[in-house]
């Protein structure tokens, strides 16, 4: 055999040997697939193959119950806003079979219902989707007396108008709200815009304390007339069996 041709033959052996000993002693890392939000996706609306993709995760902090097939999650409605980088996971999603709409954004026993609101009392437009609200109710009582009370307590905003995903920093002005109730808090919410008017406070998302308050009346924050000072009583003078005996001589005592 020709010397060229061994030298080329050693090369190649050389190479060979280099390339599996590098992949023996490089620490073997092990990975899954997981699917993440590719382009951003919009609540209410059907997940389109263009917006995820399937990359490598390490295997030891995958996400509980992400999806590891694109195509486990193209088609399936999203329940809630996804940013483009974030896994996709099965509580972001509506159950399998949804058409997609507001009523895929709600969870299983609960109800939405819309109330009328003005751009005030819609917190002049910063009540978005995903916002939470305290719903208060203003009237008067049987007696004819005004009144302002918490009727509902950190209630989440389903949606606007009839939109389901608004930008945070572009506030809407609407004239009809749709929250995210419970049945008993959808018959107290009935009730309440049936005796009075409604208004929305805004509070913090992280604040999950209940609002718990007897309300006001109209007494309760009118000034109310100073009380008057009522003048000492005069000390009754003292009884003749007090003073012991006198002596009185003709009209001088």
Known sequence: ??????????????????????????????????????????AGKAITAAQIKAISWPASSVPQGAFARTTDVAGRIARESMIAGEPVLPGKLAPKGATGGLSSLI???????????????????FALPGSYVDVLVSGKDSEKQPFSRTVLSRVKVLAVAQETATE????????????ELTTRESEELDL?????????????ELDTRKTHSAGVRLPDIVTSQPTPVTAPAEKPAPSVQSRGPEEIRGTIR
């Open 107 to 125: 969870p299983e026993g609960k109800r939405a219902i819309t109330v009328k609101v003005n751009e005030v009392i819609a917190v002049a437009g």
């Open 168 to 179: 945070p920093d572009k506030p809407k002005v609407v004239n009809a709200v749709t929250l």
């Open 1 to 42: 055999m020709k010397k060229p041709v061994i030298l080329a033959i050693a090369l190649i052996l050389g190479a060979m040997a280099a390339y599996f000993a590098a992949r023996w002693m490089t620490p073997h890392q092990d990975s899954s697939r997981v699917v993440i939000v590719e382009q951003q996706i919009e």
């Open 192 to 204: 309440a815009r049936n005796i009075g008017k409604l208004s929305l406070v805004l509070r913090n």
